[in-house]
């Protein structure tokens, strides 16, 4: 099986960063993608960012362009969300997720993706 393990999140203040990362182990998803979302209480998991292992295309939502970014450590199966310019709207657990395959329906679908880490609580204050 496949595990995710996300940290880094934290407590920031409006304006500030963050680096979260995403570690995987077991299978590599070669064909896959791996994404990150996100949930604030009371509200349904939404699409934030995502990244193919197996191309250089990179995904965002509406919400985060300009200001967040995905990327991948070379010779680790890593995956970073460096979040810049933070506001407290982008409070939420983060989680990450990984799918076997393209999710040729919607890359932003939570449904699409069969693993989920724990996720890592990020807080940005005001």
């Known amino acids: 099986q496949v595990q995710l393990v996300e940290s880094g999140g934290g407590l920031v203040q409006a304006g500030g960063s963050l680096r979260l990362s995403c570690a995987a182990s077991?299978?590599?998803?070669?064909?896959?993608?791996m994404g990150w979302f996100r949930q604030a209480p009371g509200k349904e998991r939404e699409f934030v960012a995502a990244?193919?292992?197996?191309?250089?295309?990179?995904y965002y939502a509406d919400s985060v362009k300009g200001r967040f970014a995905i990327s991948r450590d070379n010779g680790e199966n890593t995956v970073y969300l460096q979040m810049d310019s933070l506001n407290p709207e982008d409070t939420a657990i983060y989680y990450c997720?990984?799918?076997?395959?393209?999710?040729?329906?919607?890359?932003?679908?939570?449904?699409?993706?069969?693993?989920w880490g724990q996720g890592t609580q990020v807080t940005v204050s005001s």
């Open positions: 077991g299978r590599t998803f070669t064909s896959g993608v």
């Open positions: 997720a990984a799918t076997a395959k393209f999710p040729i329906l919607g890359i932003g679908v939570p449904s699409a993706y069969g693993y």
């Open positions: 990244f193919r292992w197996s191309g250089r295309n990179t």
